[in-house]
């Protein structure tokens, strides 16, 4: 499999879980662990294309597969990719938990809607709890990132 743009060739039980693939044999923490029933979404991470919660596939299930994990949100030399940047300025975080699935589901949406009116980011991003924000700031961070991608495409 390919993960965050590197290709992982190794060995593990075909039925471990996915989040704790990452987690444990390649030191991925990013993703968090918080329900294990796929309800909460602190496990997102962007697999072929398409936000899954980590906790509900294995491992097996991810053969061949390219991921990105919060990790490989970042651009190659470290700065912080748009939606990151946005939950920075925005305050679309407080504890932080939710935060690597919810700016990771937040990514592909933008990458499948790059101008989301709020009911659309709404939606979005439902399958994603936060115990702490009550999603304004992190609607505010998603429409912000979308401005700001919008500008960058467009003056390209």
């Known amino acids: 499999m ?11 039980d075909p039925r ?8 444990e044999n390649q030191g991925l923490t990013g993703s968090h662990i918080g329900c294990d029933t796929s309800h909460c979404g602190a496990c997102t991470i962007d697999m072929d294309g398409k936000s899954v919660k980590s906790c509900t596939l294995f491992v ?3 053969d061949g597969s390219d991921i990105k ?4 949100i970042a651009h190659p030399d470290g700065t912080l990719h748009a939606i990151q940047e946005a939950f920075r300025q925005n305050h679309g975080l407080q504890c932080g938990f939710c ?3 919810m700016i990771t589901r937040a990514y592909r949406l933008l990458q499948e809607n790059p ?3 709020e009911e659309e ?7 994603n709890l936060c115990r702490c924000t009550g999603y304004q700031n992190i609607v505010k961070s998603v429409m912000a ?3 700001e991608l919008s500008m960058k495409e467009a003056a390209e």
């Open 2 to 12: 390919i993960i965050n743009g590197q290709e992982i060739e190794t060995s593990a």
């Open 16 to 23: 471990t879980l996915l989040i704790h693939f990452l987690r």
């Open 60 to 62: 097996g299930q991810a």
């Open 69 to 72: 994990t919060i990790e490989g």
């Open 99 to 101: 935060t690597p699935g």
């Open 115 to 117: 101008t989301p009116t």
């Open 121 to 127: 980011i709404r939606y979005g991003i439902s399958g």
């Open 145 to 147: 990132a979308s401005r």
